[in-house]
T-cell receptor
Framework: AQKITQTQPGMFVQEKEAVTLDCTYD???????LFWYKQPSSGEMIFLIY??????QNATEGRYSLNFQKARKSANLVISASQLGDSAMYFC????????????FGPGTRLSVLP | GAVVSQHPSRVICKSGTSVKIECRSL??????MFWYRQFPKKSLMLMAT?????????EQGVEKDKFLINHASLTLSTLTVTSAHPEDSSFYIC????????????FGPGTRLLVL
């Protein structure tokens, strides 16, 4: 079965510091996609970054980067230079089979950025 | 960028009534839409996959007669919560699959349902 684990229910980080949010996954599929979404208190799901299982380079999008370690089945999100507006829930998600329709979400990590 | 809308954004209804939630893809055609449910401080749980022109595929444990899904066009899917009860109160989020790029699932803003 496909499963996503986020072991940090809550994280605190000082403004302007970097923070790493952990995500591990379990799948026997060879082709899959890994995603990170941000959910602020308003509820909307904001796409942050994507990593394909065959991508050799770690994905980066502005202040977000994904530390992809395929052998360890981990896809940690690194946020550099944290801002107060980064305070939100963060969900790691996996889509197994890049062109398939099944999406599995992790339990989420609540990030609080301190001034 | 792609935009997905949901209507209404929040609804309060009496127990026993039915509530319809609309999910629209505003600038692209979505052959597949997804409906999720999210309890407070919990993750998203996939309820069903909605395919245009065919019956929805429900996840295990989701009552298809309770949560009616209709995907009548390439830009609209509806979720109807029939005979709603307080335990149906939740945050419902839809997403649409553009099917062009790998990161193609775009989420709507969600609908907060409160059943009294």
């Amino acid at each position: 079965a496909q499963k996503i684990t986020q072991t940090q229910p809550g994280m605190f980080v000082q403004e302007k510091e970097a923070v790493t949010l952990d995500c591990t996954y379990d799948t026997s599929d060879q082709s899959y996609g890994l995603f990170w979404y941000k959910q602020p208190s308003s509820g909307e799901m904001i796409f942050l970054i994507y990593q394909g299982s065959y991508d050799e380079q770690n994905a980066t999008e502005g202040r977000y980067s994904l530390n992809f370690q395929k052998a360890r089945k981990s896809a940690n999100l690194v946020i550099s230079a944290s801002q107060l507006g980064d305070s939100a829930m963060y969900f790691c998600a996996m889509r197994f089979n890049n062109y398939g329709q099944n999406f599995v979400f992790g339990p989420g990590t609540r990030l609080s950025v301190l001034p | 960028g792609a935009v997905v809308s949901q209507h209404p954004s929040r609804v309060i209804c009496k127990s026993g009534t039915s509530v319809k939630i609309e999910c629209r893809s505003l600038d692209f055609q979505a052959t597949t839409m997804f409906w999720y449910r999210q309890f407070p401080k919990k993750s998203l749980m996939l309820m069903a996959t909605s395919n245009e022109g065919s019956k929805a595929t429900y996840e295990q444990g989701v009552e298809k007669d309770k949560f009616l899904i209709n995907h009548a066009s390439l830009t609209l899917s509806t979720l109807t919560v029939t005979s709603a009860h307080p335990e149906d109160s939740s945050f419902y989020i839809c997403s649409a699959d553009r099917g062009v790029r790998r990161e193609t699932q775009y989420f709507g803003p969600g609908t907060r349902l409160l059943v009294l």
